[in-house]
């Protein structure tokens, strides 16, 4: 069976600190696997990731894929109270277009 | 911009009542999606499409059905609603598979 999973399940750090968010996955036949953060309402994009190695940045933040390993981490930096949020990490397969969502790691910033 | 545009944002709907949700995208994107959230347990995927006329089922189809007539629609149909349906539903769009989606601002279902 497809799975995703996310840890922690959620994280409390305090302004300043670095936090690193995992995702293992065991996917058939992957293609691709994202990251998005969920506020209050919509998930927005934060990154895409297809090959191995290849760190994608932005701002503070950044993200990798081992696709050997069947995982990927993304590192807040500098964390701000405006980083709290639910971090969702999505796997695409290849076949059926589907995309397979993890729980999500719920992240609190405070001051 | 619009995007992604769901209607309505909240309902309360009794038990085996009928729905549509609305769903429309304004980026002539090819691909659309249906996710329900619940607390604690991620996105599921309902239905997706990869084009007007093609819908295919997710993880989760059991008690819905979606209709592909145009580019910009994909409603979601809920024909007999069940307290198991009480969620929140998100419709998203990309251009191509494995891009970025684009998500709408979500329907809070209540089934009573």
């Known amino acids: 069976e497809d799975k995703v999973v996310q840890s922690p399940l959620s994280l409390v750090v305090h302004e300043g600190d670095t936090v690193t968010l995992n995702c293992s996955y065991e996917?058939?036949?992957?293609?691709?696997l994202l990251w998005y953060k969920q506020e209050k309402k919509a998930p927005t994009f934060l990154f895409m990731l297809?090959?191995?190695?290849i760190e994608k940045k932005s701002g503070r933040l950044s993200s990798i894929l081992d696709k050997k390993e069947l995982f990927s981490i993304l590192n807040i930096t500098a964390t701000q109270t405006g980083d709290s949020a639910i971090y969702l990490c999505a796997v695409e397969a290849r076949t059926g277009n589907q995309f397979y969502f993890g729980t999500g790691t719920s992240l609190t910033v405070i001051p | 911009n619009a995007g992604v545009t769901q209607t309505p944002k909240f309902r309360i709907l009794k038990i085996g009542q009928s729905m549509t949700l609305q769903c429309t995208q304004d980026?002539?994107?090819?691909?659309m999606y249906w996710y329900r959230q619940d607390p604690g347990m991620g996105l599921k995927l309902i239905y997706y499409?990869?084009?007007?006329?093609?819908?295919d089922k997710g993880e989760v189809p059991n008690g819905y059905n979606v209709s592909r007539s145009t580019t910009e629609d994909f409603p979601l149909r809920l024909e007999l609603a069940a307290p198991s349906q009480t969620s929140v539903y998100f419709c998203?769009?990309?251009?191509?598979?494995?891009?970025?989606?684009?998500f709408g601002q979500g329907t809070r279902l209540t089934v009573v």
């Open positions: 499409s990869v084009g007007a006329g093609i819908t």
């Open positions: 996917v058939t036949n992957f293609r691709s």
């Open positions: 297809t090959s191995s190695g």
């Open positions: 998203a769009s990309s251009y191509v598979t494995g891009g970025e989606a684009f």
């Open positions: 980026m002539n994107h090819n691909y």
